[in-house]
């Protein structure tokens, strides 16, 4: 299915190497402006890490463009930032948890959605796209919970949730589905799903997505 003049705003990815996202990298890339500004936020990392995730990020980006800026959200900007300064935002993988309760924290989660309701992209890679469904209960067979407490995501996907890094904790995944009556969207690492603003699928990157529902 082509997306070609349709509005694609959410980009979600099943995580893994810049080898595996490689098919959804190269159309989410190609939407953006050769002289365009992209925001790289790796909350989800610890934050001593924040530098080597630029690093990585910066060498994703290369492989696509020599021209688009890239700048960093941190600790210190995440409040303030002003997304609409940006051509799209890209949410990095890691704790879904501390993503989510940072999301939350610097009131993101609202910038985010007029972000994309202006017709900007968003792309979500593993913890980035987990964090876009009604609930990222999917993802406590992976990630460590700690003193996080929040489990509701943005539900942007009509109630849907996502797993990615599929079929790991496949067991996990399918459990919490069928306890919470969740649709989920299962994305292994080398595939992607593309969504409009409202929620619906427009394309599907790679094979072997698996919807349970």
């Not at 990392?45 to 696509?64: A, H, I, K, P």
């Amino acid at each position: 299915m082509s997306i070609e003049n349709k509005k694609a705003t959410l980009y979600l990815g099943g995580g893994g190497g810049a080898e595996d996202s490689a098919r959804l990298d190269t159309i989410f890339f190609n939407t953006l402006p050769a002289t365009g500004r992209i925001l790289y936020v790796p909350l989800a990392m610890d934050s001593g890490n924040y530098t080597g995730g630029l690093e990585w990020f910066t060498s994703v980006v290369r492989l696509y463009s020599d021209t688009i800026a890239i700048e960093m959200l941190n600790d210190q900007t995440g409040k303030n930032i002003i997304l609409d300064d940006y051509d799209a935002v890209y949410i990095g993988g890691g704790n879904t948890f501390k993503l989510l309760d940072n999301v939350l924290k610097y009131g993101l989660d609202k910038k985010l959605i007029m972000f994309m309701k202006s017709g900007k992209p968003v792309y979500g890679g593993s913890a980035g796209a987990i964090i876009m469904g009604r609930s990222i209960k999917t993802a406590a067979a992976m990630d460590e919970r700690g003193d996080y407490k929040q489990e509701d995501g943005l539900n942007l996907l009509q109630g849907a949730c996502v797993a990615c890094h599929w079929p790991e904790t496949s067991e996990h995944v399918k459990k919490v589905a069928k306890e919470n009556k969740f649709k989920v969207y299962c994305i292994p690492e080398n595939c992607g799903l593309i969504f409009d603003v409202d929620g619906n699928v427009l394309e599907t990157v790679g094979e072997g997505v698996e919807i349970i529902e």
